[in-house]
């Protein structure tokens, strides 16, 4: 159903992007970048939860030199982060991060760029060339205004005029962001940009917000891209732990159809029917959702006599009742068990259900 624009692929280690190769997830790190071990096990939990690149902020040399030793004890591929200073870049790449971000007009000069150019070709690493509304160039934005949703220019001119600096250089082993806070201009933008270039695109909301209102504004924005067939590449940027952001991106590709990993949970509003205390219990299965990785769907209700048949597409389903409750299958009374023994029993089933799927 949904046709996907066709782009250049490059890769970022061992991660296709573009050229129609599946929608990576990405995160960022929020942690002290030279602090390796901190960095490590952050990393290591967003793998966990499935994050498939993670990029890094490297604002001074301890962490362009804490790059090696985090690249040495992490699985997926590093993108170090990079404002201003070229020779942040090239020691980053140097010391094995497998992409830059960096905006290549505000490295210096031409100088400096044909510097990290020479660095990352050497190295085989590509650059993510990153605009957003606050690094727009002076004079774009003389001429076009801030971005809004009716006119992105100023977006779209620095991001063309950044991919030309690299061009200029025999460079283009390369994505591309605009990021906007704006969910409309993020559209726009993007939809824009797409028609410009077939490089692949990197797309995002930026500085989002919150879990809520933070997971609302990418969806629309990023659901309504990718539903244009435009992103090759993203992250939900949140005020929240990263692994949140995994989370919320996967939701968001499931949602779509785009892409699939671990259970997918559904579960009843409650309403004046609900027999048992659901909050908790919902929360409860979806905390051990997350350590799964079959694609089985699970549903968690609040009475036995709708329950089931509420959620017949789920593969298995609790309901509660007063003072017992249900498991289901495919809207089939599987057990009935009194309340205390009912989330033991379901987790067990789930357990072996994961099993069974590998
Ligand atoms: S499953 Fe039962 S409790 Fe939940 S919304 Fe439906 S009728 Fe209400």
Same mark, same amino acid.
């Given at each position: 159903?949904?046709?996907?624009?066709?782009?250049?692929?490059?890769?970022?280690?061992?991660?296709?992007?573009?050229?129609?190769?599946?929608?990576?997830?990405?995160?960022?790190?929020?942690?002290?970048?030279?602090?390796?071990?901190?960095?490590?096990?952050?990393?290591?939990?967003?793998?966990?939860?499935?994050?498939?690149?993670?990029?890094?902020?490297?604002?001074?040399?301890?962490?362009? +030199?804490?790059?090696?030793?985090?690249?040495?004890?992490?699985?997926?591929?590093?993108?170090?982060?990079?404002?201003?200073?070229?020779?942040?870049?090239?020691?980053?790449?140097?010391?094995?991060?497998?992409?830059?971000?960096?905006?290549?007009?505000?490295?210096?000069?031409?100088?400096?760029?044909?510097?990290?150019?020479?660095?990352?070709?050497?190295?085989?690493?590509?650059?993510?060339?990153?605009?957003?509304?606050?690094? !727009?160039?002076?004079?774009?934005?003389?001429?076009?205004?801030?971005?809004?949703?009716?006119?992105?220019?100023?977006?779209?001119?620095?991001?063309?005029?950044?991919?030309?600096?690299?061009?200029?250089?025999?460079?283009?082993?390369?994505?591309?962001?605009?990021?906007?806070?704006?969910?409309?201009?993020?559209?726009?933008?993007?939809?824009?940009?797409?028609?410009?270039?077939?490089?692949?695109?990197?797309?995002?909301?930026?500085?989002?917000?919150?879990?809520?209102? +933070?997971?609302?504004?990418?969806?629309?924005?990023?659901?309504?891209?990718?539903?244009?067939?435009?992103?090759?590449?993203?992250? !939900?940027?949140?005020?929240?732990?990263?692994?949140?952001?995994?989370?919320?991106?996967?939701?968001?590709?499931?949602?779509?159809?785009?892409?699939?990993?671990?259970?997918?949970?559904?579960?009843?509003?409650?309403? +004046?029917?609900?027999?048992?205390?659901?909050?908790?219990?919902?929360?409860?299965?979806?905390?051990?959702?997350?350590?799964?990785?079959?694609?089985?769907?699970?549903?968690?209700?609040?009475?036995?006599?709708?329950?089931? +048949?509420?959620?017949?597409?789920?593969?298995?389903?609790?309901?509660?009742?007063?003072?017992?409750?249900? !498991?289901? /299958?495919?809207?089939?009374?599987?057990? /009935?068990?009194?309340?205390?023994?009912?989330?033991?029993?379901?987790?067990?089933?789930? /357990?072996?259900?994961?099993?069974?799927?590998?």
């Amino acid at each position: 159903m949904i046709e996907r624009r066709k782009t250049r692929q490059i890769h970022v280690g061992d991660v296709a992007i573009g050229g129609g190769a599946p929608i990576a997830v990405q995160s960022m790190t929020n942690t002290d970048t030279a602090d390796v071990e901190a960095t490590v096990s952050q990393i290591l939990r967003l793998e966990k939860a499935g994050c498939e690149i993670i990029r890094v902020a490297v604002p001074d040399m301890d962490a362009a +030199g804490a790059v090696r030793a985090i690249r040495d004890r992490i699985s997926i591929p590093l993108i170090a982060d990079i404002h201003f200073d070229s020779r942040l870049a090239v020691a980053a790449v140097e010391n094995g991060a497998q992409a830059i971000r960096i905006n290549p007009g505000n490295l210096g000069g031409p100088e400096m760029l044909a510097r990290v150019v020479a660095a990352v070709k050497l190295h085989n690493a590509p650059i993510r060339v990153g605009v957003n509304s606050g690094s !727009i160039e002076k004079d774009l934005l003389a001429e076009f205004g801030y971005p809004t949703p009716e006119r992105p220019d100023a977006l779209i001119e620095s991001a063309l005029r950044n991919v030309r600096l690299l061009e200029q250089q025999g460079f283009e082993d390369m994505k591309i962001s605009i990021k906007s806070s704006d969910t409309l201009t993020t559209i726009s933008g993007y939809r824009r940009l797409s028609e410009e270039i077939d490089y692949p695109l990197h797309i995002g909301v930026t500085e989002a917000g919150g879990l809520i209102a +933070g997971t609302v504004k990418s969806s629309v924005a990023l659901g309504i891209l990718l539903f244009d067939g435009i992103g090759d590449t993203f992250r !939900i940027s949140l005020t929240r732990d990263p692994e949140e952001e995994v989370r919320v991106g996967y939701e968001l590709l499931r949602s779509l159809r785009i892409r699939q990993r671990g259970p997918e949970m559904i579960s009843c509003p409650t309403c +004046g029917r609900t027999k048992i205390d659901l909050f908790p219990l919902a929360e409860e299965v979806e905390r051990y959702l997350q350590t799964m990785q079959s694609t089985i769907k699970v549903a968690v209700m609040g009475c036995v006599v709708n329950g089931p +048949g509420e959620a017949r597409e789920a593969d298995i389903g609790i309901a509660g009742g007063v003072g017992v409750g249900i !498991i289901f /299958k495919k809207g089939e009374i599987w057990k /009935k068990l009194p309340e205390d023994q009912l989330l033991p029993v379901f987790l067990e089933e789930l /357990k072996k259900m994961e099993r069974e799927q590998r």
